[in-house]
Structure formats: structure tokens, C-alpha cells
């Protein structure tokens, strides 16, 4: 049976002490924030966890804190994907044994496949891995867009129970949930985006900003989803700022320092991405009071 996949889920940062290592008791923290702001889950090891910068021992690591921190209370969905096929194998193996409920697996990057080599690469996993799945489309990192027609040809394995959808395109999005809607779930993979895929039919989000408001995020979700699309659409629009700000203008390194301003632990980036300075973290500073996110 397929496993069914909806709400507010944050990929999550992973923060780092000042040596540069992890920092395990301030991920403790930030997933116990999470947990009680009602997030529907925890993704470790995705855009906003620099899984990118993190070694394969690094993402076994954080994997199994986040497993154990967990505890069963809402599911984990580790991101295990990579450039190469075999690697993704063998950390989505690696995830499994630790006890994470579902797998993101980003579409390959680097060199640019064509949508047939993507079916083959997506074919191959399952082949070797019993377990669900979430497809993660991220066109502005990898330059490949996974087309609705391979999504639904993918539909026909059982493991692939939804996609986090992060063009930011409504078009890329309603033809999704027109294809492979009533099989699968999709996700908004842009904070920008909540509101709209949830009021096509899609089941939820996995984006950014939930890190920083995920109270908020949940609201949004619980609104549209109990049919208040007129609250739902005015708290989409009160946090197109801050995910504009989160997202576009300083990806990561503003997720981190929002995070920070909170009182969260969350450190510096890895390089090369750069902590920000301070009229950078004051604009941060200044959205995160307006949403009332922090004390004026």
C-alpha cells in the first residue's frame, strides 16, 4: 500500500558549532522547536540542511540524531539523493536501517540528464529499495525539470509515494496534481507556493520558511485545509516577504540567522556560502518583528 504523505514539514537545517562540526545538542533543540510548533514531519538532509557540503558520514550521522531525537513522534524523511545513482543507493540503505519512515531523493545534478535518463535513474532505485519515496524536483539547482509524464509513468512502482515540487511554477504544479494527483502526493517544495498547490489538490509542503515560522505554516495548512480559503490566502501573503527574503535574497545563510534571532541554534553556513552581515541579518530582524515572530 502506498504510503500517504500531507502536511507542513520543514527541510531542516543543520547547524554547525564553531569548530565547524555538527552541533548535535543544538539540533536536539531545533527538532523539539519543530515538534511543538505541529510541524507533520522532519526532513534532514535536503537543500537547507547543506547536504551538498556534508560528508557521507556527516548525513549518516545527522540521519540517526534526527531518528533518534524523533522518536517515533512524526515521521523523518531523509534526503538520500545524489548525483550518482549507486551513492544514492547506498545512503537510502543506510537510512533505512536507522528507521526514517520515507526518502527525498533530488533529481541527478551536475551533468544535465534528459527525462528518460531521470525515469532510469528513479527505475534503478526502486529496483533496489523497498521503501517510499518522495520525488525532489529543484530546477533551479539541477536544470532538470521532472516532467508530469515521468512522474506518472513513476506512479506504477508502489515506492514512490509523492513529489516536492520546487519550481515555484503553478503551471509545473497543476499539471502535476492533474497527472499523478490522485496517486501520489505533491508538495509544495516553496513557501511562496503553500496556498496554491493545497487549493489545486495537493497534500501539503516541504519548504524553507517552515524552519523559521512553522507555526505559521501549519496555520496556513490547517486554514485551507478545514475550507477558510479566504484566511488561508491572507496568511500566504503575510509570508511572501520573509520567504522572499529566506529563499531567494539570502538562501541558507538567512534561514540560519533567522533562526539565530529566534534564539534557535542553528551557526554559521559552510562556506562557500557566506554568513550575512549585519544590515543583512537587521532586514531579516525587521520581517521577523512584523509577523510578530520576535518582540519589537
Same mark, same amino acid.
Given at each position: 500500500?502506498?504510503?500517504?504523505?500531507?502536511?507542513?514539514? &520543514?527541510?531542516? +537545517?543543520?547547524?554547525?558549532?564553531?569548530?565547524?562540526?555538527?552541533?548535535?545538542?543544538?539540533?536536539?533543540?531545533?527538532?523539539?522547536?519543530? +515538534?511543538?510548533?505541529?510541524?507533520?514531519?522532519?526532513?534532514?538532509?535536503?537543500?537547507?540542511?547543506?547536504?551538498?557540503?556534508?560528508?557521507?558520514?556527516?548525513?549518516?550521522?545527522?540521519?540517526? *540524531?534526527? $531518528? @533518534?531525537?524523533?522518536?517515533? #513522534?512524526?515521521?523523518?524523511?531523509?534526503?538520500?539523493?545524489?548525483?550518482?545513482?549507486?551513492?544514492?543507493?547506498?545512503?537510502?540503505?543506510?537510512?533505512?536501517?536507522?528507521?526514517? @519512515?520515507?526518502?527525498?531523493?533530488?533529481?541527478?545534478?551536475?551533468?544535465?540528464?534528459?527525462?528518460? %535518463?531521470?525515469?532510469?535513474?528513479?527505475?534503478?532505485?526502486?529496483?533496489? !529499495?523497498?521503501? &517510499? !519515496?518522495?520525488?525532489?524536483?529543484?530546477?533551479?539547482?539541477?536544470?532538470?525539470? +521532472?516532467?508530469?509524464? /515521468?512522474?506518472? #509513468?513513476?506512479?506504477?512502482?508502489?515506492?514512490?509515494?509523492? /513529489?516536492?515540487?520546487?519550481?515555484?511554477?503553478?503551471?509545473?504544479?497543476?499539471?502535476?496534481?492533474?497527472?499523478?494527483? %490522485?496517486?501520489?502526493?505533491?508538495?509544495?517544495?516553496?513557501?511562496?507556493? +503553500?496556498?496554491?498547490?493545497?487549493?489545486?489538490?495537493?497534500?501539503?509542503?516541504?519548504?524553507? /520558511?517552515?524552519? $523559521?515560522?512553522?507555526?505559521?505554516? $501549519?496555520?496556513?495548512?490547517?486554514?485551507?485545509?478545514?475550507?477558510?480559503?479566504?484566511?488561508?490566502?491572507?496568511?500566504?501573503?503575510? *509570508?511572501?516577504? *520573509?520567504?522572499?527574503?529566506?529563499?531567494?535574497?539570502?538562501?541558507?545563510?538567512?534561514?540560519?540567522?533567522? *533562526?539565530?534571532?529566534?534564539?534557535? &541554534?542553528?551557526?554559521?553556513?559552510?562556506?562557500?556560502?557566506?554568513?550575512?552581515? #549585519?544590515?543583512?541579518?537587521?532586514? /531579516? #530582524?525587521?520581517?521577523?518583528?512584523?509577523?510578530?515572530?520576535? &518582540?519589537?
Amino acid at each position: 500500500m502506498r504510503l500517504e504523505v500531507k502536511g507542513v514539514m &520543514p527541510p531542516h +537545517i543543520t547547524p554547525f558549532a564553531a569548530s565547524g562540526l555538527l552541533d548535535e545538542k543544538g539540533l536536539r533543540e531545533d527538532i523539539e522547536f519543530w +515538534i511543538e510548533s505541529g510541524v507533520s514531519g522532519l526532513v534532514p538532509c535536503g537543500s537547507n540542511g547543506e547536504s551538498t557540503n556534508l560528508t557521507m558520514e556527516e548525513k549518516e550521522q545527522v540521519i540517526r *540524531l534526527v $531518528v @533518534d531525537q524523533v522518536n517515533g #513522534r512524526i515521521p523523518v524523511i531523509a534526503g538520500t539523493g545524489s548525483s550518482s545513482t549507486s551513492e544514492t543507493i547506498t545512503l537510502s540503505r543506510y537510512a533505512i536501517d536507522v528507521g526514517v @519512515d520515507a526518502l527525498l531523493i533530488v533529481t541527478p545534478y551536475y551533468f544535465t540528464v534528459s527525462q528518460e %535518463d531521470l525515469y532510469h535513474h528513479y527505475r534503478t532505485i526502486v529496483e533496489k !529499495i523497498d521503501h &517510499p !519515496i518522495i520525488l525532489y524536483d529543484v530546477p533551479k539547482f539541477t536544470n532538470v525539470t +521532472i516532467s508530469p509524464l /515521468i512522474a506518472e #509513468r513513476l506512479t506504477e512502482f508502489e515506492q514512490i509515494a509523492g /513529489i516536492k515540487e520546487s519550481s515555484s511554477d503553478l503551471r509545473q504544479i497543476a499539471e502535476l496534481i492533474d497527472s499523478v494527483g %490522485d496517486k501520489i502526493s505533491v508538495l509544495s517544495g516553496s513557501g511562496s507556493t +503553500i496556498f496554491s498547490t493545497l487549493t489545486l489538490g495537493g497534500k501539503g509542503a516541504v519548504a524553507a /520558511i517552515v524552519n $523559521v515560522a512553522p507555526a505559521l505554516c $501549519v496555520r496556513l495548512y490547517n486554514t485551507v485545509v478545514a475550507g477558510n480559503i479566504e484566511e488561508g490566502r491572507r496568511l500566504q501573503l503575510s *509570508l511572501l516577504r *520573509l520567504d522572499r527574503l529566506l529563499t531567494v535574497k539570502y538562501p541558507v545563510s538567512g534561514v540560519k540567522a533567522a *533562526l539565530e534571532l529566534l534564539g534557535k &541554534p542553528a551557526g554559521p553556513p559552510r562556506m562557500p556560502i557566506r554568513p550575512l552581515v #549585519r544590515e543583512e541579518i537587521d532586514e /531579516i #530582524r525587521a520581517e521577523l518583528e512584523n509577523l510578530s515572530l520576535i &518582540p519589537t
